[in-house]
């Protein structure tokens, strides 16, 4: 199976700060990389697919970068709603749709 | 707009079975592939399984395989996880998710809650 290792697993940070996240794949998966956000009590939501594609209505101060095993999302001046946990995920080969561990943005 | 509602919070004894449901608005359940994905307290996020339309079939990760199962209602475009023989361990946060192959996951229901506990 496809291991998915994310880090940091938290990342103290403040408004305005730009933030990068690494997410690295045990095996190489092309641009299969999709980036979520989740915030306490709600579901995931989609923020950018084939590794660099933002989703329609996502805020351009996010972005993702990377192909083959290493992957980054960056969010450029972080803003107060962009507190929240952030999880990748191989999402094309049966069965390993797997996520990495989760990275948790928090206020410094 | 797709929409995913699931049904609401379980109480389960170990070893019982749970059966949790994926009602589909905007768009017929046949058009989509539903997957299924868990979150145990605290922790992050464990892809259960889901249709693969390649295949057509439904494909499980290990983990689950012989206690999980997915149908599907396309009647009333409602999706369903059961999970079978119970433990402690499995208390979390079940999600459907509709699964886009070029695109991920996406949308999400909204999750339901299952509690195992005696």
């Known amino acids: 199976d496809i291991q998915m290792t994310q880090s940091p697993s938290t990342l103290s940070t403040s408004v305005g700060d730009k933030v990068t996240i690494t997410c690295r794949a045990s095996?190489?998966?092309?641009?299969?990389l999709a980036w979520y956000q989740q915030k306490p009590g709600k579901a995931p939501k989609l923020l950018i697919y084939k590794a660099s594609t933002l989703k329609s209505g996502v805020p351009s101060r996010f972005s993702g970068s990377g192909s083959g095993t290493e992957f980054t999302l960056t969010i450029s001046s972080l803003q107060p709603d962009d507190f929240a946990t952030y999880y990748c995920?191989?999402?094309?080969?049966?069965?390993?749709?797997?996520f990495g561990g989760g990275t948790k943005v928090e206020i410094k | 707009q797709v929409q995913l509602v699931q049904s609401g919070p379980e109480v389960k004894k170990p070893g019982a079975s749970v059966k949790v449901s994926c009602k589909v608005y905007g768009n017929t359940l046949s058009g989509l592939s539903m997957h299924w994905v868990r979150q145990t307290p605290g922790k992050g996020l464990e892809w259960m399984g889901g249709?693969?339309?390649?295949?057509?079939?439904?494909i499980f990760a290990q983990t689950f395989q012989g206690r999980v199962s997915v149908t599907e209602d396309t009647a009333t475009d409602t999706a369903y996880l059961e999970l079978t023989r119970l433990k402690p361990e499995d208390t979390a946060v079940y999600y459907c998710?509709?699964?886009?192959?070029?695109?991920?996951?996406?949308?999400w229901g909204q999750g339901t809650l299952v509690t195992v506990s005696s």
């Open positions: 095996q190489s998966i092309g641009t299969w």
């Open positions: 998710a509709t699964h886009h192959e070029l695109e991920g996951f996406d949308p």
């Open positions: 249709l693969d339309p390649e295949a057509e079939e439904t």
């Open positions: 995920q191989h999402y094309n080969t049966y069965p390993a749709l797997t």
